[in-house]
């Protein structure tokens, strides 16, 4: 990965957006001025204000002065201005997997050079090489982690810490996955903040919602480790991993109770950064931009993994095993289509880009077991337009939301599994639903301040409304609005008796009181593919006999038969943490 550059902001009194440049203009020989010109454009994570510096005609500096990119994708804003100064081109390559983050940093500077008054032809592309790590042919470890995302960070760093040499290979050019998208929350039965708030909860009780809200398609002994563990295994991201979690937890679709832990920001990034530190203090070696590309089997044990890196073939020998921890296949168009005919090109996707399913190819071919392929989940309440999950939504899982259709009516129980409310959310006037709240139910939940980045761009887009009357807001969307005030006004009153009569809607009812109101329009996006490899409760890969495939572990959303027909919110990361750490620990003490 390219150095990090310091992102620094150099002030420039004269200097505003409108303005073109500050300090010397003088024109050069090729007509470029010299100067400095800011551009903006937009990201994944909203605006990106660039500085560019041109001296003699050349690019001699490109600053990023503002940006909202978690970090992983903040690397392509990097990667790529290093690259545009050294070659002297704004035509350069984007960052695989960090599309929004690459057009927004080639937006903001070719913004910026427009300012120059100077045309691109302009530039004179120099020879130059970005400095490229270097790989040898061979490696060799006692395990291989295949994927660096929540599951394989973890199963990496528990075998260092179980003795292990551990060398990790992830395919983008950043570690985090999904499960850096994610909002990282983690189900817990019996956890410290429900000791604190009273809330009674079980193992067991875990146990059966995990089975209830996949219809029992579960194994019950994976199940079992799952429920059995969860709880130590957050103690152990906080005490030992050092995760920040906040004091609050939020209550997630089909759990009986509340019992999800939120991570601080309510971001994934902050599970991936304390992952990542840890696994480099434990010696784990990372090696990204390298994927994986077949399992080799000796004796019918898997002693070593070949990698593609840059165009040439690398081979990482295991002595002891290999992990596959690639994630699931939600970006795999085809694959989604072989298992799934209805999750077609027509239903966008939460997912990050390296999610296409390779290790459940790799390990297919060496004869192992694919279970409920065709569970393929979608979340409820998406960005309609680029199918992002949408944290603001999360108003909903504090209990503080309804779910009306273009009609104003409610269609489904707010608090109802994912798949449920999606499917009735696919049923309403054009496959869209919308979220009401008011202003005591944003104070409460402060998905505003918590999200703000994504709430200012959901406002700027108009597919997030606030206004005074209940009125202007159904205006914005066309929503019927007399019956939106009428199913208000039910709504106020199933509060008011602590029942509500229509969906039996599960928690607290909270009535809902003066404006701004704001209503949110979303629909249903791919999310979490539940089937995969079929492992053991050692984590190890069965075959379709049921045999274990000696030197094969896999964990986390690459597996299968551990959620059933529907993954409930927040049991991801619990998946990944218990089952990633089992992987880990089992592979470092093999022989
Ligand atoms: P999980 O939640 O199970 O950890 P994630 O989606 O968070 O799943 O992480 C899976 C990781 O595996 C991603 O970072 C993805 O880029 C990586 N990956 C996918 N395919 C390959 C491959 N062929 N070689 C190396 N890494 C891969």
């Not at 104003?408 to 994912?418: H, I, P």
């Not at 490899?533 to 094969?552: P, S």
Request: aromatic content about 6%.
């Amino acid at each position: 990965m390219v150095k990090k550059r310091v992102l620094a902001l150099i002030l420039c009194a004269a200097m505003s957006m409108s303005v073109v440049g500050c300090g010397s203009t003088s024109s050069s020989d090729s007509g470029i001025p010299d100067g400095t010109y800011t551009g903006e454009g937009t990201g994944k994570g909203g605006k990106i204000v660039v500085e560019l510096t041109m001296k003699d005609s050349k690019i001699s500096d490109i600053k990023v002065v503002e940006h909202g990119e978690t970090p992983g994708y903040a690397d392509a804003l990097e990667k790529m201005s290093a690259e545009m100064i050294t070659k002297n081109t704004l035509e350069v390559d984007m960052v695989s997997g960090a599309t929004l983050s690459s057009t927004g940093i080639l937006e903001a500077v070719k913004d910026a050079f427009n300012k120059t008054g100077a045309s691109t032809d302009k530039l004179v592309a120099q020879e130059g090489e970005v400095s490229k790590e270097e790989r040898e042919a061979e490696y060799s470890a006692d395990v291989i982690v295949l994927g660096g995302g929540g599951a394989g960070l973890t199963a990496a760093i528990e075998a260092a810490q179980n003795g292990a040499s551990v060398i990790l290979v992830e395919k983008m050019p950043m570690v985090g996955g999904n499960t850096l998208i994610s909002g990282g929350e983690m189900a817990a039965p019996g956890n410290w903040l429900q000791e604190k708030e009273s809330i009674e909860d079980s193992k067991e009780q875990f146990y059966q919602d995990i089975l209830k809200g996949g219809d029992n398609e579960n194994d019950p002994e994976l199940v079992r480790v799952l429920a059995d563990n969860a709880t130590t295994d957050a103690e152990w991201l906080k005490n030992e991993i050092g995760v920040t979690f906040e004091d609050y937890m939020l209550f997630f679709g089909g759990h009986s109770v509340k019992r999800s832990l939120v991570p601080k920001d309510a971001s994934g990034v902050e599970l991936i950064q304390k992952l990542s530190a840890k696994a480099e203090e434990v010696g784990v070696i990372t090696h990204l931009n390298t994927a994986a590309t077949e399992l080799v089997q000796e004796d019918g044990k898997v002693v070593a993994v070949k990698a593609n890196f840059d165009g040439k073939e690398i081979t990482y020998k295991a002595s002891n095993g290999v992990i596959l921890a690639t994630g699931g296949f939600g970006s795999n168009l085809d694959m989604r289509i072989k298992y799934n005919e209805e999750m077609n090109e027509k239903i966008l996707s939460t997912n990050s880009v390296g999610s296409t399913g390779d290790g459940i190819t790799m390990a297919e071919k060496l004869g192992a077991q694919l279970v409920d392929m065709e569970y393929i989940q979608t979340y409820p309440t998406c960005d309609p337009e680029t199918g992002t999950l949408l944290y603001v939504g999360d108003v909903r899982l504090e209990g503080r939301s309804i779910l009306v259709n273009k009609e104003g009516k409610r269609f489904v129980e707010e608090l109802e599994r994912r798949d449920v409310i999606s499917k009735a959310t696919v049923a309403q006037t054009d496959s869209v639903s919308y979220m009401f709240w008011d202003e005591a139910s944003m104070e409460a939940s402060k998905v505003n301040v918590k999200h703000k980045k994504e709430y200012d761009n959901l406002i700027e887009r108009g597919i997030l409304v606030k206004a005074d009357t209940i009125e202007d807001a159904a205006a914005h969307f066309g929503i019927d609005a007399e019956e939106l005030k009428k199913t208000v006004a039910n709504y106020n009153e199933y509060a008011a008796n602590g029942k509500d009569l229509e969906f039996n809607k599960r928690g607290e009812l909270v009535a809902f009181t003066d404006g701004p109101y704001y209503i949110m329009k979303s629909r249903p996006a791919i999310h979490h593919t539940m089937g995969g490899i079929k492992i053991n409760t050692n984590a190890e890969v069965l075959n379709t006999a049921g045999e274990v495939i000696d030197g094969l572990y896999a964990a986390g959303e690459v597996t299968g038969d551990i959620h059933g027909t529907n993954r409930l919110g927040s049991d991801a990361i619990a998946d990944i943490t218990v089952f990633g750490r089992v992987a880990g620990r089992n592979a470092a003490k093999a022989e």
